[in-house]
């Protein structure tokens, strides 16, 4: 059964009452996986809704948090992070086709627990953060490309860079590519980008990375793909695109793995992950 934590979150429990993780429910004697991930999505979606109805102005980046609701964002980031964990996690031993409505929902909490962190000074930097050139105002002509830090060390990392023919590298961005720009193949763009992201995802679990650095490369990935997959320019919303079904599980992968790493460093994270919460 599904229960109500004190704050945000939620937790699963035997029938006995003690608090279990999800998927050692979803094998268990008399499981409904096809009934009860769809119910962990749908808490999970009641949360988000809360979320953005209490501190959508401070996630939208309308104005910095006020002290007094800086507790509570950090508890709400660390409630959606177990919760997206716990779903990759049972989706993962149950198994099946990839879920549309879990990327979208997944997608969703992802960033806005991004959003969450980075109004609190929690996230880690972007690759290149600090190392780029600014772009002037106006029309910028170059090559688009996704540069990767290191040949050698994929978890630091890659990012869409405009190199222009004066050799400036400049920030860009997959919406500014696929909606803002000329002379852009989008069926490549997307494919890698996806290419990128499935790979850091995989990268920042080695256990010789720099968590700080690993996780800053996976959001970035994450969040510029789900930036450019809301609904809506005003919208959190994530949509997967019909055709691209599996696009849900490479977001279900990326969002847990940034959960994976950065409980390396955030002791709020590595608690509420080490034991259900009741």
């Known amino acids: ?39 962990h999505l749908e808490a999970l979606d009641e949360q988000l809704i809360e979320l953005a109805g209490r501190h959508g102005e401070v996630l939208g980046g309308g ?26 996690e049972a989706a993962r031993v149950v198994g099946g086709p990839p879920d549309p409505r879990a990327g979208q929902i997944v997608g969703t909490a992802a960033l806005m627990g991004i959003r969450c962190r980075a109004a609190l000074g929690l996230t880690g930097a972007a690759p290149f953060d600090g190392d780029l050139d600014q772009p002037a105002p106006g029309m910028v002509g170059g090559r688009a490309g996704l540069h990767a830090v290191s040949d050698t060390e994929q978890w630091r990392g890659s990012r869409w860079l405009v190199v222009t023919d004066d050799g400036r590298r400049l920030p860009a961005t997959l919406s500014m590519l696929l909606f803002d720009s000329s002379g852009v193949d ?61 696009d ?14 950065r409980r390396r460093y955030d002791p709020a994270l590595e608690e509420a992950l080490a034991a259900p919460r009741r």
Do not use: N
Not at 2 to 29: H, K, M, Q, Y
Not at 69 to 79: C, G, M, N, Q, T
Not at 192 to 214: G, I, K, T, Y
Not at 248 to 261: F, L, Q
């Open 63 to 88: 104005r910095r948090p006020a002290p007094e609701e800086r507790d509570d964002l950090a508890a709400a980031y660390v409630a959606v992070d177990r919760a997206v964990d716990e779903y990759a």
């Open 248 to 261: 849900a599980d490479m977001i279900v992968a990326a969002a847990a793995a940034s959960v994976a790493v």
């Open 1 to 39: 059964m599904l229960v109500d934590d004190a704050a945000w979150g939620f937790s699963w429990a035997r029938p006995d009452g003690t608090a279990a993780p999800l998927a050692e429910l979803v094998v268990g004697p008399g499981a409904e996986p096809e009934r009860w991930l769809p119910t």
């Open 186 to 246: 989008k069926d490549a763009t997307l494919r890698e980008h996806r290419e990128a992201l499935a790979a850091v995802s995989v990268a920042v679990l080695r256990p010789d990375v720099d968590p700080l650095v690993a996780s800053g490369a996976v959001d970035w990935l994450l969040f510029d793909w789900l930036m450019a997959h809301r609904d809506g320019p005003d919208s959190g919303a994530v949509q997967v695109t019909r055709g691209q079904e599996r």
